[in-house]
């Protein structure tokens, strides 16, 4: 193939298409386009890697960022043990909340045997209680 046929092969490729799509990159390409742009020494290799990949610097700043912050994210300590289960946190609050309800019942009862034995020590006594009071 002519030089002539090669580069006007590569402007088809080039020309912008009749239904426009978002252009989608898996991590692998990101991770190596990042790589190549860092192995980069001379002055415009950059460039010439964006302009050779039809990428923008954004797009390489971008990546450079998600790079790193999945670097920082592996570095993070992860939390160890047993994954704490819904079920089992809903069952002990369930628990925690009939405890509750127990001594509050305990409470009631007991409010009311005073209740009763205030009652009838007024009565005894002859003093008059807020049920007699008109």
């Not at 390409?29 to 610097?57: F, H, M, Q, T, W």
């Amino acid at each position: 193939m002519s030089p002539a046929v090669k580069q006007n092969d590569e402007r088809e490729s080039a020309e912008v298409v009749a239904v426009a799509r978002r252009r989608k990159f898996t991590a692998s390409y990101k991770r190596r386009i990042v790589r190549e742009a860092d192995a980069c020494s001379n002055p415009g290799a950059v460039g010439a890697l964006l302009r050779r990949e039809g990428l923008y610097s954004s797009h390489l700043s971008n990546w450079r960022q998600e790079v790193e912050a999945a670097e920082l994210a592996a570095l993070q300590s992860k939390p160890r043990g047993p994954k704490p289960d819904a079920a089992k946190a809903a069952d002990r609050r369930v628990l925690g909340l009939e405890l509750e309800v127990a001594k509050l019942k305990k409470q009631l009862g007991r409010a009311e045997q005073i209740i009763d034995v205030q009652k009838k020590l007024c009565d005894l006594l002859g003093l008059p209680t807020a049920g007699d009071v008109p």
